[in-house]
């Protein structure tokens, strides 16, 4: 099962090319951002703490039918921060509504015990890698039934908004391939 989300849904959280509509001013390294979307105890940029934010963003944006232009990957990226995080940008596991333009379009997430089975039915995950104090988001949208262990899951990763597998993102992260890490999962329809 190939790539659910394709290439012009991916969102890079460290991409200083997305500016604030009609501006020249970068979003996703500006420290006003979060305070921008009402999230008066945050601190950092997309940048730095993002991965939840922008992962949220590239689902909201395959669901929209919406392409990673820059208006649309900037207000996805509110959506996803004004909806899917408290007052300090952190994410809070609760389903919302993200509009942008004439859209509604809702977020639903669930927690789940089996990613391989969500991922096998055609379902999309929102995966939490921790450990030892580091953590990233990615979302699982496909499945390699050819390949092993971390390598099957097929990753959308806002760490430089690219598709690859778990493994490679694990592994780049500082990770160890270990299911022990994986310790926050989410099917997001």
């Known amino acids: 099962m190939p790539h659910k989300l394709s290439s012009t849904n991916l969102i890079n959280q460290a991409d200083s090319s997305i500016k604030y509509p009609n501006t020249a001013i970068s979003a996703f390294t500006d420290t006003s951002f979060y305070a921008n979307c009402g999230k008066t105890a945050a601190s950092g940029t997309i940048k730095q703490y993002g991965c939840t934010i922008c992962s949220l963003a590239m689902f909201i944006l395959y669901k929209g039918g919406l392409f990673n ?84 899951y097929l990753v959308c990763d806002p760490d430089g908004g690219t598709q690859k597998t778990l493994a490679d993102t694990m592994i780049k992260r500082g990770f160890s391939l270990n299911a022990s890490v994986i310790t926050q999962k989410y099917k997001i329809s």
Do not use: P
Request: glycine share 10%; net charge negative.
């Open 69 to 152: 232009s820059n208006d649309n990957t900037y207000n996805a990226v509110v959506q996803a921060t004004v909806g899917g995080t408290n007052n300090a940008a952190d994410f809070t596991g609760n389903s919302f509504t993200a509009t942008i333009g004439s859209q509604n379009i809702n977020v639903n997430l669930a927690t789940t015990s089996d990613v391989s089975e969500e991922v096998g039915n055609g379902n999309i995950c929102l995966v939490r890698l921790y450990q030892n104090g580091n953590s990233h988001y990615v979302l699982v949208d496909g499945w390699n039934s050819s390949a092993s262990d971390f390598y099957r």
